[in-house]
Protein backbone atom coordinates (compact mmCIF):
# COMPACT_ATOMS: atom_id res chain seq x y z
CA UNK A 1 0.00 0.00 0.00
CA UNK A 2 1.47 3.77 -0.85
CA UNK A 3 3.89 2.25 -2.77
CA UNK A 4 5.06 3.82 -6.26
CA UNK A 5 4.62 1.89 -8.42
CA UNK A 6 1.98 -0.37 -6.66
CA UNK A 7 3.26 -3.70 -8.01
CA UNK A 8 6.77 -5.42 -8.07
CA UNK A 9 8.09 -7.92 -10.13
CA UNK A 10 11.67 -9.03 -8.30
CA UNK A 11 14.21 -11.28 -9.94
CA UNK A 12 18.02 -11.86 -9.52
CA UNK A 13 20.58 -12.31 -12.36
CA UNK A 14 23.42 -14.86 -12.13
CA UNK A 15 26.25 -12.64 -11.32
CA UNK A 16 24.78 -11.58 -8.16
CA UNK A 17 21.85 -8.19 -8.80
CA UNK A 18 18.39 -8.38 -7.50
CA UNK A 19 15.81 -6.47 -9.66
CA UNK A 20 12.92 -4.79 -8.95
CA UNK A 21 10.90 -3.73 -11.55
CA UNK A 22 7.44 -1.89 -11.94
CA UNK A 23 5.35 -5.12 -13.10
CA UNK A 24 2.77 -3.11 -15.05
CA UNK A 25 5.61 -2.38 -17.50
CA UNK A 26 6.61 -5.84 -18.47
CA UNK A 27 5.69 -6.79 -21.71
CA UNK A 28 4.88 -3.74 -22.65
CA UNK A 29 6.59 -2.28 -26.12
CA UNK A 30 8.52 0.25 -24.46
CA UNK A 31 10.29 -2.33 -21.76
CA UNK A 32 12.10 -1.04 -19.24
CA UNK A 33 10.75 -0.62 -15.62
CA UNK A 34 13.64 -1.10 -13.80
CA UNK A 35 12.83 0.25 -9.95
CA UNK A 36 16.08 -0.82 -8.13
CA UNK A 37 19.49 -2.75 -9.16
CA UNK A 38 20.82 -3.74 -6.02
CA UNK A 39 23.78 -5.73 -5.77
CA UNK A 40 24.22 -8.78 -3.33
CA UNK A 41 28.16 -9.22 -3.57
CA UNK A 42 31.39 -7.26 -3.99
CA UNK A 43 32.20 -9.02 -7.26
CA UNK A 44 29.81 -9.85 -10.13
CA UNK A 45 32.13 -12.31 -11.96
CA UNK A 46 31.53 -15.50 -10.12
CA UNK A 47 27.74 -16.08 -10.83
CA UNK A 48 26.96 -16.91 -7.28
CA UNK A 49 22.72 -15.32 -7.34
CA UNK A 50 21.16 -18.41 -9.28
CA UNK A 51 17.69 -18.98 -7.32
CA UNK A 52 14.38 -17.47 -7.22
CA UNK A 53 13.47 -15.19 -4.16
CA UNK A 54 10.39 -15.84 -1.61
CA UNK A 55 8.31 -12.84 -0.61
CA UNK A 56 6.04 -13.04 2.68
CA UNK A 57 4.79 -10.15 4.68
CA UNK A 58 4.95 -10.84 8.55
CA UNK A 59 2.14 -9.20 10.96
CA UNK A 60 3.64 -5.52 11.07
CA UNK A 61 2.74 -4.88 7.68
CA UNK A 62 6.32 -5.34 7.19
CA UNK A 63 7.19 -7.05 3.35
CA UNK A 64 9.93 -9.40 3.86
CA UNK A 65 12.86 -11.31 0.73
CA UNK A 66 14.91 -13.98 1.48
CA UNK A 67 17.24 -15.24 -0.98
CA UNK A 68 20.02 -17.81 -1.02
CA UNK A 69 23.74 -16.72 -2.47
CA UNK A 70 26.21 -19.15 -3.12
CA UNK A 71 28.99 -16.98 -2.17
CA UNK A 72 30.30 -13.55 -1.15
CA UNK A 73 32.69 -11.32 -0.84
CA UNK A 74 30.32 -8.81 1.32
CA UNK A 75 30.40 -5.85 2.81
CA UNK A 76 28.92 -5.53 6.33
CA UNK A 77 26.18 -3.48 4.87
CA UNK A 78 25.38 -6.28 2.17
CA UNK A 79 25.23 -8.98 4.65
CA UNK A 80 24.77 -8.12 8.60
CA UNK A 81 25.52 -10.52 10.60
CA UNK A 82 27.01 -11.52 13.71
CA UNK A 83 29.18 -13.51 13.81
CA UNK A 84 30.32 -12.70 10.61
CA UNK A 85 29.31 -14.96 7.62
CA UNK A 86 31.91 -17.25 6.14
CA UNK A 87 32.04 -15.43 2.22
CA UNK A 88 33.45 -19.07 0.94
CA UNK A 89 30.33 -20.41 1.41
CA UNK A 90 26.69 -20.16 0.47
CA UNK A 91 24.47 -18.08 2.15
CA UNK A 92 20.65 -17.24 3.26
CA UNK A 93 19.73 -13.56 3.21
CA UNK A 94 16.98 -11.70 4.36
CA UNK A 95 15.58 -8.33 3.37
CA UNK A 96 12.95 -5.55 4.36
CA UNK A 97 11.07 -3.44 1.34
CA UNK A 98 9.83 -0.48 2.75
CA UNK A 99 6.75 0.86 0.08
CA UNK A 100 6.44 4.44 0.72
CA UNK A 101 9.53 5.90 -0.10
CA UNK A 102 10.30 2.59 -1.44
CA UNK A 103 13.90 1.47 0.10
CA UNK A 104 15.29 -2.41 0.71
CA UNK A 105 17.45 -3.10 3.63
CA UNK A 106 19.45 -6.62 3.68
CA UNK A 107 18.15 -7.09 7.17
CA UNK A 108 20.12 -10.58 8.45
CA UNK A 109 22.30 -13.20 6.80
CA UNK A 110 23.29 -16.85 8.07
CA UNK A 111 25.42 -19.68 6.31
CA UNK A 112 23.48 -22.54 5.28
CA UNK A 113 26.03 -24.01 2.51
CA UNK A 114 29.21 -26.37 2.93
CA UNK A 115 32.76 -25.81 1.79
CA UNK A 116 34.10 -24.94 -1.74
CA UNK A 117 33.47 -27.97 -3.88
CA UNK A 118 34.06 -29.22 -7.48
CA UNK A 119 30.79 -30.80 -7.52
CA UNK A 120 28.41 -29.03 -9.26
CA UNK A 121 25.45 -31.27 -8.91
CA UNK A 122 25.50 -30.71 -5.24
CA UNK A 123 24.46 -28.19 -3.17
CA UNK A 124 27.17 -27.75 -0.70
CA UNK A 125 28.34 -24.47 -1.46
CA UNK A 126 25.82 -24.35 -4.37
CA UNK A 127 22.38 -22.75 -3.71
CA UNK A 128 19.18 -24.79 -2.60
CA UNK A 129 15.65 -22.60 -3.24
CA UNK A 130 13.85 -21.37 0.06
CA UNK A 131 10.21 -22.03 1.36
CA UNK A 132 8.17 -19.79 3.71
CA UNK A 133 5.96 -21.01 6.46
CA UNK A 134 3.85 -19.16 8.83
CA UNK A 135 1.10 -20.10 10.91
CA UNK A 136 -1.85 -18.04 9.69
CA UNK A 137 -0.16 -16.36 6.79
CA UNK A 138 1.72 -13.73 8.52
CA UNK A 139 2.64 -15.19 12.33
CA UNK A 140 6.31 -16.80 13.33
CA UNK A 141 8.18 -16.97 9.39
CA UNK A 142 10.28 -19.40 9.01
CA UNK A 143 12.65 -19.43 5.94
CA UNK A 144 13.27 -23.44 5.09
CA UNK A 145 16.08 -24.14 3.05
CA UNK A 146 18.36 -27.21 2.12
CA UNK A 147 22.36 -26.80 3.36
CA UNK A 148 25.61 -28.89 4.24
CA UNK A 149 26.53 -30.45 7.44
CA UNK A 150 29.76 -29.07 7.31
CA UNK A 151 30.62 -25.83 6.96
CA UNK A 152 34.59 -26.01 7.60
CA UNK A 153 37.35 -26.19 5.04
CA UNK A 154 40.62 -28.82 4.81
CA UNK A 155 42.71 -28.99 6.77
CA UNK A 156 40.12 -28.64 9.82
CA UNK A 157 37.21 -29.66 7.69
CA UNK A 158 36.30 -32.64 4.95
CA UNK A 159 38.17 -32.23 1.58
CA UNK A 160 35.22 -31.04 -0.88
CA UNK A 161 32.85 -34.20 -0.07
CA UNK A 162 30.00 -32.80 2.18
CA UNK A 163 26.67 -33.04 0.19
CA UNK A 164 24.00 -31.37 1.25
CA UNK A 165 22.05 -33.58 3.46
CA UNK A 166 20.55 -30.78 6.28
CA UNK A 167 17.48 -29.12 6.60
CA UNK A 168 17.36 -25.54 7.91
CA UNK A 169 14.60 -23.66 9.90
CA UNK A 170 15.60 -20.29 9.85
CA UNK A 171 13.53 -17.12 11.87
CA UNK A 172 12.20 -15.02 8.89
CA UNK A 173 12.41 -11.74 11.12
CA UNK A 174 15.50 -12.02 12.73
CA UNK A 175 17.91 -14.79 10.46
CA UNK A 176 18.32 -16.75 14.04
CA UNK A 177 18.71 -20.65 12.79
CA UNK A 178 15.92 -22.24 14.30
CA UNK A 179 16.45 -25.65 13.48
CA UNK A 180 18.99 -27.39 11.53
CA UNK A 181 19.21 -31.33 10.83
CA UNK A 182 18.05 -34.80 9.46
CA UNK A 183 20.01 -37.01 7.33
CA UNK A 184 18.53 -36.48 3.65
CA UNK A 185 21.50 -37.36 1.43
CA UNK A 186 21.78 -35.88 -1.99
CA UNK A 187 20.07 -32.95 -1.84
CA UNK A 188 20.52 -31.32 -5.61
CA UNK A 189 21.22 -27.95 -6.20
CA UNK A 190 18.28 -26.11 -6.52
CA UNK A 191 16.18 -28.27 -4.87
CA UNK A 192 13.08 -26.23 -3.04
CA UNK A 193 11.45 -27.77 0.22
CA UNK A 194 7.36 -28.16 0.08
CA UNK A 195 4.98 -27.74 2.66
CA UNK A 196 2.93 -30.89 3.11
CA UNK A 197 0.31 -31.08 6.06
CA UNK A 198 2.40 -30.19 8.74
CA UNK A 199 5.42 -31.75 7.32
CA UNK A 200 8.67 -30.43 5.02
CA UNK A 201 9.50 -32.28 2.66
CA UNK A 202 12.39 -32.22 0.30
CA UNK A 203 14.07 -34.35 -2.53
CA UNK A 204 17.52 -36.53 -2.16
CA UNK A 205 18.73 -38.56 -5.08
CA UNK A 206 16.15 -41.48 -5.72
CA UNK A 207 13.90 -40.62 -2.31
CA UNK A 208 11.89 -38.41 -0.43
CA UNK A 209 12.80 -36.70 3.18
CA UNK A 210 10.27 -35.45 5.63
CA UNK A 211 10.72 -33.48 8.57
CA UNK A 212 7.72 -32.94 11.23
CA UNK A 213 8.32 -29.31 12.89
CA UNK A 214 7.11 -28.91 16.12
CA UNK A 215 6.35 -25.88 18.35
Not at 136 to 145: E, F, L, R
Request: aromatic content about 6%.
Amino acid sequence: PGATPLNYAVTVSKDSHLYFTNAAALGTAGGGGEVLDMQLTTTVTNHSARTSPVSYTTTDGAIHIAITVDRGPYTPAMCPATPVVDSNMSILMGLTVTPSPFKVTTNWCTNVGGPVSQDAGTVRNRSASPLVTTIDGKSQPIVWVGGSMSQAQPPTGPANNTAANLLYGVDGETGAVLYKGGNCTGIRQWTTPIAVKGHIVLGGMGHLCSWSPQP
